[in-house]
């Protein structure tokens, strides 16, 4: 089927509803999902978001735009961390006039909370600056923007999956859909479409993300001929439940609890004496298994699986089932533990993509020479870049609200100012290559799972928390393996109609391609710095990496360029906390 719009948006998390609420006063606006809206990973959000209101102490937006820079490693463009730490308090209001239930101070202000690496006066102490919904926030924000989408007629389409975009040279023409509930291929012509397609966790075995945070928009789109920027940094969140990688909101650390090893000691005071359990996640998880490694984990065999302990029980009944009710109710499901007596097994767990579609602080996409006319990205999925080389809590959902509005305002001018949507002159083409190739997979091959299942073992003990030349070699030798044998994959399900193997195993492509990407970065990025902890390169080097990294596929290997970083407030020092 052909079908025609104005703005089609990819993704129904915040970032994706953000745009499509501003982008649908200019012309045909629709929301393609492959999820239900408020299944999106934003609904997972717990902590917060971050914005500078000063309702329970002093705070400054500009001191908010130094914690991001000096979080980032420096690597953050520090135009867009301005505009984020600006816009932020806006963005909060605005979600709090449109219905969002923040939780309240005793005089009825929207409440703040403590998180890692949010200060006052550039580092001096910690600050109250997340305002929260409890522990669910992200879910809180679905449901608010998810009705204004209604309230503004977007037109939806649920689990319709994106498995191609068409372009002629740099100019977007439309996109090839798959809608799950019947097996059809649809045509969608736009004038303009932005990709919100959020994480890529899945690549990892360890890891917080939803099953559907499979990275589509960045894959496909380097397909495309699109770079992907500073893959190499992938946020490793230091508290996820065992073995499970669930997430432990920073929010417990933010509200008082501490990190524990086996002695029973509160060992971020040595790692940092400032901040200690709030310092950047970065740090934090780097310290957990520092600790593990030397013996100091629980069980302390210096096993992989060791853990550290994450105790709130001083906090009491009361401030646990209000302030972390769902927290607690995970624990007491999987653990079988009650955070209100007891301490919290926690690991590191992978957590956010700091690297993705590179845009420019309007979410139009481009690698600093050249714009794609048309094609946007907003949200986790998009490299602004506000996280540099590690992202702060609460930064994400500030960045899918700002960036999210940035970019769904720029394509209804976008819209509005230009002719009706182009034909594509590959589009019937595609549409048979597409058509051939589920038809060839329904026709059986090698099951997906045990290449699901290397992909994400070599990339947790090869591109971890702290990695090696070695290791990534490794790990790049694995996944080119890997993506040589995806070719004899075929699916064991032959039906039409919600056929999820075929959707997965397409989903598993694009996982392959990003795990290329993100260990090919990695591998040439000789230095530390955030997330991206090298054994062999331990420091950071100012001289030489000060830049993004921008990668293009071409075929089986990586094409490495770099584009430069906007550092025109701050000098880059040291990172003490
Ligand atoms: C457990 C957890 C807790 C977090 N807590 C916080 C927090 O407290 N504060 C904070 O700032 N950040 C937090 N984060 C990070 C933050 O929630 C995410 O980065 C953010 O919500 C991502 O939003 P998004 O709009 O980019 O994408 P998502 O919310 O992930 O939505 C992606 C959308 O894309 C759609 N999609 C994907 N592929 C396709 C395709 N091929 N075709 C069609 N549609 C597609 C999906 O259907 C979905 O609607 C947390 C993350 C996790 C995992």
């Known amino acids: 089927m052909l079908i025609e719009y104005d703005v089609v948006i990819v993704g129904s ?15 045909k606006t629709a929301v393609i999902t492959k999820l239900y809206p408020q299944r999106s990973h934003t609904g997972a959000a717990q902590g917060g978001i971050g914005a500078a209101l000063c309702n329970v102490e002093k705070d400054r937006p500009e001191w908010h735009a130094f914690d991001t820079v000096k979080g980032g ?25 449109r219905g969002l239930p923040f939780n309240r101070t005793p005089e009825g202000k929207i409440d703040q909370r403590r998180f890692g690496g949010h200060t006052r006066e550039f580092g001096a102490a910690a600050v ?12 809180m924000i679905l449901q608010t ?30 996109l090839i859909v798959l809608e799950l509930s019947t097996g059809e291929l649809h045509h969608v012509r736009a004038k303009s479409a932005l990709f919100a397609t959020g994480g890529f966790g899945r690549m990892f075995k360890v890891t917080s993300n939803a099953i559907a945070n499979t990275g589509d928009g960045p894959a496909l789109l380097s397909r495309a001929g699109v770079p992907l920027m500073d893959m190499e940094f992938f946020q490793f969140h230091p508290t996820g439940i065992r073995n499970m990688g669930i997430l432990i909101t920073e929010g417990v650390r933010g509200e008082g609890g501490i990190l524990l090893n086996r002695n029973g000691e509160r060992f971020m005071q040595r790692y ?10 970065d740090m934090v998880s780097r310290a957990i298994m520092t600790e593990i490694n030397a013996g100091n984990g629980i069980r302390g065999d210096k096993k992989m699986d060791d853990w550290v302990n994450l105790d709130a029980s001083h906090l009491g009944r009361e401030t646990v089932e209000t302030k972390i009710p769902d927290i607690a109710d995970f624990c007491r499901t999987y653990l079988g533990v009650d955070p209100a007596v007891e301490a919290m097994p926690v690991q590191p767990t992978a957590h956010y993509a700091m690297g993705g579609i590179p845009t ?28 540099g080389a590690n992202r702060l809590g609460t930064n994400s959902l500030v960045e899918l609200l700002v960036f999210g509005r940035r970019a769904g305002q720029s394509m209804a001018n976008f819209a509005c100012g230009s002719e009706a949507a182009k034909p594509s002159s590959d589009a019937e083409y595609k549409i048979k290559h597409w058509r051939k190739r589920i038809a060839k997979l329904k026709e059986g091959g090698r099951h997906s799972g045990s290449i699901y299942e290397s992909m994400k073992k070599t990339m947790t003990a090869n591109v971890g928390v702290y990695r090696n030349g070695k290791s990534m070699e490794k790990a790049i030798e694995d996944i080119t393996k890997l993506r040589n044998t995806y070719s004899e994959i075929g699916g064991q399900d032959r039906d039409v109609n919600f ?25 040439v990025r000789t230095e530390s710095r955030g997330a991206h902890s090298r054994e062999d390169y331990p420091d950071r080097d100012d001289d030489k990496w000060l830049k993004h990294t921008l990668s293009y596929l071409d075929g089986d290997s990586i094409r490495l360029d770099s584009k430069q970083v906007d550092v025109s407030k701050w000098e880059p020092k040291p990172r003490l906390y």
């Open 13 to 27: 998390g915040g970032a994706g509803l953000y745009a499509a609420l501003e982008a649908s006063g200019a012309g």
């Open 73 to 97: 490693d420096y690597l953050v463009d520090q135009n867009a961390a301005f505009i984020l730490a600006d816009d932020a308090p806006r963005a909060v209001y605005d979600l709090e006039n």
């Open 128 to 139: 109250r600056r997340s305002c929260y919904a409890a522990d669910r926030t992200g879910h």
């Open 145 to 174: 923007l998810y009705q204004q989408c209604i309230k503004n007629n977007v037109v939806f389409h649920y689990e319709w999956q994106v498995i191609d975009v068409l372009l002629e040279g740099t100019r977007l023409t439309g």
């Open 272 to 281: 940092a004496p400032t901040l200690m359990d709030l310092a950047p996640r």
């Open 360 to 387: 420019d602080i309007d979410g139009r996409v481009t690698d600093g020479k050249r714009i794609w006319e048309g094609l946007y990205s907003a949200g986790e999925c998009a490299c602004v870049s506000v996280h």
């Open 499 to 523: 056929n999820s193997e075929i959707s997965s195993i397409l989903e598993l492509e694009n996982l392959l391609d990003l795990a290329l990407h993100t260990t090919s970065a990695a591998l």
